[in-house]
C-alpha cells in the first residue's frame, strides 16, 4: 500500500524547535511567558488593524470566551451559521443559551444574508433578540462580509467572527479576523498553522483583550490573596506551544501560497471532467484555500469518489454535516433554505494540506481520473 495521503496535516517551518527549545532553557513552561507574548505581538502585526490578540488553548475556548465578553448568558438566542464544524455552536450551549441555526447562501456557502435577517425579524417578534451572530469564513472564504455587517449594524447586534478556518484570507485587502466585535481563530492541528492545540481572540479594544486574558487565567482579582469576583476558566496558551506557533508565523504566507496552488491544481486538473465543480472566489474576496472543496452530481458519485480514494489510501472528507441536521441541535430553531443540505451531500475536501508533493497531488488527480474513468 502507498503512504497515507492525510486530508490537512500539520506541516513545520524548521524554526519551531528552536523555540521550543528555548523556552525550556529559560524554563518558560508555563502558560505564560514571553513566547505567548510574542506570538500575540507576531499576530497582531500581521492582522494589523489596531488589532488585539489573546492566545488561548484552542479556538472553542476562544469562542467560549468571546461569547461570555459579549454578555451572553443563560436564556439567550444566539444566531450561528449551521453549516460549520460543530466547535462554532457548542460554545452557545455552554452558556446555557439557544443556536439559532441560519442556512447559506451558493457563492461562498457561508451565512446568507436573506435567511439572516428573516431570523432576526422572526426572534424579535417571538420576543428576544438574538444577543450575537456567529458567521464563518467556511474553508477559509469569507463570508458575505458586507451584507452581514450591515444587518449586523442595523438591528445592532454584535458579530463573534468565527475566522478559525481563515488565517490569511481577506476581503478587499483587509484580513479575515478583523472584521468582527470579536474575532476567533484556531491553531488546532489540522488548521493553516497549528500549535497542536491553540486559539485566540481578536479585538480591537484592549479593555476586551484585557478582560479575555483576565477570565482565560481563572479571573484572579489583583490582590495578594487569591480573589475571585468573577468565575474564570484556565484558556491560556502554554508558552512551549506559543513557541510553535512563532515558528509557524514565519511560513504563514507560504502556507497560504501552498494551499492555493492545490487548488489551483486540483482545478485545473479537472477541467475536462463536467462533473466536478469549483467554488470560485466572489469580487473582493481572497481565499486561503484550507481545504479544496469540490461539488459532485450527488452524495451517490461523493460517497463513490471518497470510498473509491479510500482504497488508495487518500484521505476525504464530506463537507461539514450542518448543524440543524445534527442530533444534538434537533431542538434548536433553523432558518433553513435548502443550500447547506444540498452542499453536504454534494460536496468533498480533497488532501490540502500545504506539505502535500507534486507526487501526491498527481496521486490524487490519477485517483479521482480512474473514478471518472477520464
Ligand atoms: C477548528 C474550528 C473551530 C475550533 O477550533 P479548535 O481550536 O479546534 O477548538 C471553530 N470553528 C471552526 C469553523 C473550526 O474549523
Redesign the pocket.
Known sequence: MESKIWLSSPHMGGKEQSYINNAFETNWIAPLGPHVNGFESDLQNYLNQDSHVAALS????A?HLGLILLNVSHGDEVICQSK??S??ANPIAYQGATPIFVDSEKDTWNMCPQQLEIAIKDRISKGKKPKAIIP?H?YGMPYKIEEIHNIAKQYDIPVLE?S??ALGSTYNGTKCGTFGDIA?L???GN?IITTS???AIVTKDLKLKEKAVFLATQAREKAVEYLHASIGYNYRLSNVLAGIGRGQMEVLDDHVAARRRNYAFYKDSFKTIEELQFVEEPAGAFSNRWLSCVLTPSQEIREGIRTSLETYNIETRPLWKPMHQQPVFKDAPQYINGVSDELFKKGLCLPSGSNLTENELNRVVSAIKMYFRA
Open positions: 484552542s479556538g472553542t475556548a469562542i460549520t464544524f466547535a462554532s464563518v467556511l468565527d478559525a478556518e476567533i484556531s491553531f488546532n488548521k492545540g491553540g486559539g
